[in-house]
């Protein structure tokens, strides 16, 4: 009996079950893709009385139970990550903000990255892509899908840097139709603000009315969520952009940043100069129900457009949240009394700098470079500068709410850094350092490179971060039972004891809310797996079946367990990095997790000054 017939069959059988495969595979629908990011949402916070929606996706989707913001957990460096899918060494956004070239935006030497202004100047001045990495959105609309960017200004956006002239990517902000948008904000195409307008919404973005003020030392902050200004961007979402997209028959990628809840958890005026109930009162427990609200505003008009059933929603917060707490037993700042803005005993803004000029024994000036006298009563604010040469400091300090910049001179460095090193160590609110690994090692330290700050960035790189210590209120723990939900962290800010604020290297800041849902998806999966918001973008992209070229080496993963193919668990593995002791005994411990060769970070500091460090001696 011959073969020859048997195998031309199976051959013939072969080529068209993949010719059948192919045409399947080409058949399908492109998927849209949705980013939907609030804004410094906690994941404990979120249950189905506060947030019904966001728990509805957790419930219904992946809920990822082991979710990481990246440090220093704050929105642009967090922006730049789910943007590009790559760690902060790679994309150069090490704070929201960053020391740069002189621009003709405003004058000073660091500027605050969440302007469209300061972002375009940014860019150009790096030769259009300042983030050094392909973007989510760029990929997309590379790949022909409409893109739209819309929410608050300066992540935004980050989200598709290279399009900053409005002619490819919608973009709608704060800045949207505003009197200064020739100059600031990012041009919209006529059409669209076309049918803004004939869709019964104004065309100038609205402002956060009452949301706005953060009040003073002296008078409470705001007791309203930001649902003006929200409604206005949710209905240009579902009035405008969704139905345009629809109608198109093209696919779409769209990012929609919430600024609530964080908005709202900074000006909080519920709590003022007390530590209870900080960041969990009414307040900015109605701005988690916003965000919530909003993302359902989104899912009912892609049901009502008939589009829901193909579009991958993937919810994220950019970073978590703590109370502030403005208070030390160490700090020279606090002797000192600022009765225009600080109450009596508290830690003023910049009180890092007041206590390193006074422990080296140089002089401190403001960002305009005018000396400082906290005799008189005055403090730093925005930035400050170490040292006689007010055009060449020693030291330039650049708070970041949790934690604390720290630019050296390049030539003084070697010599300033340990001594530095050894006043910070000194201070009760100190609860993680990190050095430049070209300074270290330093007793105390660790270096920079542990925690991904070193990488193909083109900014430049601080040379330390200082990161605050926190703990949970216990009268906080009676009722939410969760020290993350309870944290209480020193801050450098303008803000009030009782308001709230991020940055630090607590699991209260780092642990972000995450959860996704779609047709590429798996359904009610809870992930005990490690993600963080650097594996945003390579996942999207590869459900999009993009190929997304990199050039730093930080980059993120596909999440490959969350997905309905993929594997049930992926393995990961817990490390513990610890630094030599200071003189004092002090020392830095560093938690965190890996998959492969992408590393989590979960907590850092000196034991028993970190909310979520296990280790404890």
Known sequence: MTTKPILKALIL????????????????????????????????????????????????????RNSHALYPTVTTTNASAIATGHGIGDTGEWSNSLLLPPLKAEPGAVHFMESDLILKETDAAFGDNYLNEMSLLRLARDHGYQTAAIGKEGPILIQDIT???????????????????????????????????????????????????AGAYNLPGVQVANIYQQQWFTGVATKVLLPRFAASGKPFAMVYWSRDPDGTQHNTGDSLNTLSPGINGPTSLAAVRNASDNLQALIDKLKELGIYDNTDIFVTADHGFSTISRQSKTSYAAR???????????????????????ALNLPLLNSYKAPIDIDKGEHPHNYSAIGGDAD???????????????????????????KIIAALTQQDYVAALFVDDALGPITGTLPMSAVGLTGSARTQRPSIYVSFADFALPSCLKKWKNPEVCSVMINDTNLQQGQGNHGGFTRANTRNFMAAIGPDFKAGFANDAPISNADITPTLAHILGFDLPSIGKLKGRVIDEALKEGPQTTQSTPHVARSGPAANGFVTVLESQSVGDEVYLDAAGMPGRVVGLKTTK
């Open 13 to 64: 059988t072969a080529s068209l079950l993949a010719v059948g495969s192919a045409h399947a595979e080409a058949a399908r629908t492109p998927r849209n893709v949705i980013v939907f990011v609030a804004d410094g949402l906690r994941y404990g916070i979120v249950t189905h009385d506060t947030a019904p929606t966001l728990a509805d996706i957790q419930k219904n989707g992946v809920d990822f």
């Open 163 to 213: 399009a900053a002239d409005g002619k490819s990517t919608i973009f709608i902000d704060d800045a949207t139709g505003t009197h200064y948008e020739k100059n600031h904000a990012i041009p919209v195409p006529a059409d669209v603000m076309q049918a803004i307008k004939d869709a019964g919404l104004e065309t100038t973005a609205r402002d956060r009315g009452l949301n706005q003020s």
């Open 392 to 418: 060449h400091p020693d030291v330039l300090m650049v708070g970041s709410g949790g934690s604390e910049l720290l630019f050296i001179d390049p030539a003084k460095a070697k010599d300033l850094a340990p």
């Open 336 to 358: 000192h009394a600022y009765p225009d803005d600080t109450v009596k005993g508290f830690l003023p803004e910049g009180f890092p700098a007041i206590d390193l000029a006074h």
